[in-house]
């Protein structure tokens, strides 16, 4: 049974109204209550990149890990939105760095994905993530940016910043397709080189 509080809680999260974020918490509210999705009041400031309430829901004990209906949690859509801010703000809780989401990705691959440059930097240099993990479609964070980037500047960055933390580039995908193999396909001259120079 969520209170009253907890209900101005996850309103003010959401909205990244800090005041109201610290008047609920000092009223008694559940750091982990959940909206209808499943969703805690730590995860809809993640989402909104609203820092300075997230960072108050951090200080009052809330849990960087906990997963909504979706399995995302705060620390995983850190690689989605790519705010180096909130990964920074969220890092004191004690994140999971092996926690996936529903595709059994870590943070690395959707940020490596979308193109996020400053966030792929800050996450190889400020954590132990697994830069060769492997999800259930097969890819890594390093195929994810060839195979759905669009080879551009931003992209060849961060496969450049990949293999530079020591990713794999020889790990193929399930069906034994590597990232160098994926770029030479759509004519990613640049990625391929950068492939080619470290196998």
């Known amino acids: ?111 490596s994905e979308r193109g996020h440059v400053d966030y792929v930097r800050a996450l190889l240099r400020e954590t132990d993530t697994d830069v060769d993990h492997v999800n259930r479609l097969g890819w890594t964070a390093l195929l994810e940016a060839v195979i759905l980037g669009d080879g551009g500047r931003a992209h060849q960055e961060i496969v450049e910043l990949l293999l530079t933390a020591g990713a794999t580039p020889g790990i193929p995908d399930f069906e034994g397709v590597t990232a160098l193999a994926h770029a030479e396909r759509r004519g990613f001259t640049e990625m391929a080189g950068l492939l080619r120079a470290v196998r």
């Open 1 to 111: 049974m969520t209170t009253p509080a907890d209900r101005a809680l996850l309103t003010a999260a959401d909205t990244g109204d800090l005041d109201a974020v610290r008047a609920a918490l000092d009223a008694g509210a559940d750091t982990e209550v959940r909206d209808a999705r499943r969703r805690t009041p730590l995860l809809l400031a993640a989402l909104g990149d609203h820092v300075a309430a997230a960072g108050a829901l951090v200080d009052a004990g809330a849990d960087v890990n906990a997963a909504d209906e979706r399995d995302d949690s705060p620390w995983l859509v850190t690689g989605v939105t790519g705010s180096v801010a909130m990964m920074r703000v969220l890092l004191p809780g004690g994140p999971d760095l092996k926690q996936v989401n529903r595709f059994g990705g870590i943070s690395l691959i959707p940020a």
